[in-house]
């Protein structure tokens, strides 16, 4: 019984180590991707202040 235990237990840990690396990895993703939409978002909206301010 103690051996199932521990065996569990530690793919339990397992699991949860890799599924929080798999998190991390995710979140960093997001950040990496977000950061490159939020760039493109400015960009665009940088784009369209100039278009007003000079049809203005």
Known sequence: MLELTTKKESLVIRLFYFVRDDVKL???????????????????????????????
């Open 26 to 56: 995710a979140q960093y993703w997001a950040w990496l991707n977000g950061g490159a939409q939020l760039l493109k978002l400015k960009a665009m909206r940088g784009v369209k202040t100039n278009r007003g301010a000079k049809g203005e």
